[in-house]
Structure formats: structure tokens, C-alpha cells
Nanobody, 123 residues
Framework: QVQLVESGGRMVQAGDSLRLSCAAS????????MGWFRQVPGKEREFVAA????????SYADSVKGRFTMSRDNIKKTVYLQMNSLKPEDSAVYFC????????????????WGRGTQVTVSS
């Protein structure tokens, strides 16, 4: 079991930076793939980034590549999403998630989810 709590979301202006955190509890954190997803009302949850168990490989959605950086600290049991050059279209509720399947981009493969944190980017 993994419990996840996101934090760091707030309202910012276009071009600003923001760092989201996701604190995990549970004994199996280092054995799960961690991902970030986002969702706006009326749309499906969208893959943002994911990283392997050791953090050695990270994958990003094309829409955030070059602007967002995901990292994880297995000692602190925390993952981060550094978001730079934010755009209004980045506004969404951001969720972190965990899965033991090794999957990256498909939300259906993730078993554990946080409640989300709201990011709003004004133009």
C-alpha cells in the first residue's frame, strides 16, 4: 500500500515557475513507478511525467517536455515536479500516482492516487 499527498499547487502568472511535491507513506515506495497526471473539468486525466523505481529514467508528455522536470527521493519518499515557463494551458488539478506494474503513461495502470493539487496559470 502507498498513500500519496500532493502539495504546492497555487495560482501563478504565465512564465512563472512552480514546484509540486508528493509525499508518500508506506513501505513499498522504492518499488513503484511514480507518475504525475493532470486533469481539467470535462476532460480525461492526462499523463504529464513518470519515473522509474530508482529515478534513473523519466518520461514526459510532449506538451511539457523541456519545461517540466520530475524527480524522486526514495529516502524522503517524495516525488517532485518542477514546472517552469508555465502557460495558461497548464492549469489543471495535478495528481501523483504510483504503480507496481512498471507502466508509465496509462492512468489505468496506476493503483494508487493522491487527491490532487490545483495549479492555475493566469495569462
Amino acid at each position: 500500500q502507498v498513500q500519496l499527498v500532493e502539495s504546492g499547487g497555487r495560482m501563478v502568472q504565465a512564465g512563472d515557475s512552480l514546484r509540486l511535491s508528493c509525499a508518500a507513506s508506506g513501505r513499498t515506495f522504492s518499488s513503484v513507478v511514480m507518475g504525475w497526471f493532470r486533469q481539467v473539468p470535462g476532460k480525461e486525466r492526462e499523463f504529464v511525467a513518470a519515473t522509474t523505481r530508482g529515478g534513473g529514467i523519466t518520461s514526459y508528455a510532449d506538451s511539457v517536455k523541456g519545461r517540466f522536470t520530475m524527480s524522486r527521493d526514495n529516502i524522503k519518499k517524495t516525488v517532485y515536479l518542477q514546472m517552469n515557463s508555465l502557460k495558461p494551458e497548464d492549469s489543471a488539478v495535478y495528481f501523483c500516482a504510483a504503480n507496481s506494474r512498471g507502466s508509465f503513461t496509462y492512468s489505468r495502470d496506476y493503483s494508487y492516487w493522491g487527491r490532487g493539487t490545483q495549479v492555475t496559470v493566469s495569462s
